[in-house]
């Protein structure tokens, strides 16, 4: 007879301890925010009709363990014109593009997604050089973007060839 | 004052009565039959024997009593119609060593047998079937010495090489010049070997030096204890020396090294080599041979580091790591050889070539005047020209330097249209017309139409030339200084694009490594 209060004590004690119902009936966990769009991975690019424009990028990765992930945005006379599909950096991406005619100003920008966190924008310091590429009618610009080193350097080389017709 | 010859003192005759005493002391008389080891004639170490060839189709046999540790060496004196053969047995009868260097009428010489205390036996045979000289005397003249650093024959093999200190001296003869106790019957000459035990734990470099010997072109080589050979050092020729320098060791551990004359037949009974030995604690000062490949590449952690080329044809190879995530430029001072003309190779990771650099001549110093690195690690790779010369005495000296980069300093490689470095107008750079036939390429973007200068300082020793390209690559206008070290100057009206410009030595010989140029883009 002695026992039956402490029974009731420790009954009360467990009551308390256990995680509170909500109304949904799923348990209070913190809402995990939402990546901001920037940060988002992208989808496939669009497929374009008859580009003018072609943008490849690739990555030099002698060890298959720093394979991470990457894509690339390019900004057209300061606008952002598109991205690459996200993919292994060694593997090589293409982004086609219809640009209108003229000298256009090209900006690339690479982002990475480290092992831990979030996509992340290259280094201002380690990002392609801005250059400008003249669109013509009847050819197509090809703008060859390759990282080595671990993204440490990286070279950018224009070339043209005719457009079919 | 009274003086007076202690011989004058003796009578003739008492000389005379005292002479075959006198004699007994003297060498001692072979008792035949002495044909077998039972009935071996006993000769005290250090004696003299005599005998006489009576029997020329037996062996004479001679039975020494070894008091102590030591080396035992004989020599037999020549006579006419013999063509002698000596052997040496321990006591179970086990021959040792046996000596036939010479025909018909010459001298044998045993040397330096290494003995323990107990009974050894030494033959004195006949080769020659015609031979018939009962009468004559034979003198088998021994000699027995403390073994401290001394050869201890036979180490003839791996398996029978003799244990040696790694700091010390050891005395050895190349001779015999023929192993007549090989079971492969196409061995030709005599291998000296030693091993060195290396007890203590931790990385040391070993020094050896091998001394001349007339009539002898020395080979050194080192192999592990799984009988693989790590270097093989033959810089030297007849009646040079070798030297192995800074050949790295891992402790604990066992080599062994092997000392033979290169050419067969080829031996000295009268002049000993030395061989020296030297381990050091390594401390990162010097190369840590063998480093003739990448994987085996010296870690190159301080300011500079010392290496020697040696053999003929060796390749240094040094390992710099780049261990943050900044830019920096490399840059590496070799120095000079005498009679050598050096050249230092940049490497990538997986052992590319970056850059070569081979500016200067013989004896003379090379440069690398910067090289763009990132995190990761580049080789420098030391060699000589011509791949023929060697010299283990004279050491070169490579320092290194990692420079942190900054906007306005050349970032190599910029030798081409892909490679470019950018630059923003109203910036300079400055960089060097270095190693031979660098271009240096820069890029930069005009956003209005305007007028732009484009201002190259001179530099001593060199021409230089500056070449202006649209953004397709094509030639809009060229300029060149009137003649070395003058300045150049190139201004032109340029519409809304991206213009590259290359600069270069007007001859790709030309080139400087002490001064850099500073170049400009001015927006007029």
Known sequence: MKRAPLFAGLLLAAACGAPRRTSAGASSLPAVPPVPAERRAPAEPPEVKDPNFILVVNESVPNPDDDGVSYTKIFVDGKEAGKTAVGRKSEERELKLKLPPGNVLIRLEQWILPGVGEWTRLDDSLQPRERFVRIEPGTIARLELRFSDGESYNTLTLSRQAAPN | MFTMSPLKRFP????????????????????????????????????????????????????????????????????????????????????????????????????????????????????????NNPAQEYKLVTKLEPSAGREREPNFSALTAQPIEAGGVVRGWYWPTKNLLSDDPNAQGVDHWFSVDVQKQGLFLLNVDVSEVPKVDPVLEVYDTNNYKLVAVDQGGIGEGESLRNFGVRGPAKYLLRLRSKYDNAGNPDVPFDLMTELLPYQGRTEFEPNNQRADATPFEGDSI??????????????????????????????????????????????????????????????????GVTKGDYYLVVTEKTGRKADSRNSYTLAKKLIPWQTGLEWEPNDSTAAVQGLKVGDSVDGYFAPKGDLDWYEFNVYQKGVVELDLTGVINVTPTMTLFDQEYKPLAAASAAKPGEPVVLTRELDRGTYDVRLQPADPAQNNVRDKYSFRVIAK
């Not at chain 2, 035992?72 to 046996?98: C, Q």
């Not at chain 2, 190879?317 to 070799?334: C, F, G, I, N, Q």
């Not at chain 2, 050249?343 to 910067?370: F, I």
Request: charged fraction near 25%; charge should be negative.
């Open chain 2, 12 to 131: 003739k005759k008492l000389i005379l009565c005292l002479a075959p005493l006198l004699i007994s002391c003297g060498p001692t008389k072979e008792k035949e039959p002495n044909y077998s080891y039972q009935q071996a004639t006993p000769l005290k170490p250090g004696a003299t024997g005599v005998g006489t060839m009576k029997d020329s189709k037996e062996a004479h046999w001679w039975r020494l009593d070894v008091p102590t540790e030591g080396v035992l060496s004989a020599k037999l004196g020549g006579i006419r119609d013999i063509d002698f053969v000596i052997s040496a047995y321990d006591k179970d009868r086990r021959e040792l060593v046996r000596v036939d260097e010479t025909t018909v009428g010459g001298d044998e010489q045993l040397l330096d047998l290494g003995v323990s205390p107990g009974v050894y036996y030494l033959t004195v045979s006949n080769k020659n079937p015609a031979a």
């Open chain 2, 306 to 371: 010392q290496g020697t080329i040696a053999p003929a044809g060796d390749a240094d190879w040094y390992k710099v790591s780049v261990a943050t995530e900044a830019k920096y430029l490399l840059r590496a001072d070799l120095s000079g050889v005498p009679g050598m003309d050096l050249v230092l190779t940049l490497k990538d990771s997986v052992g590319n070539d970056l850059l070569v650099v081979d500016n200067a001549g013989k004896e003379q110093p090379e440069v690398l005047t910067g090289y």
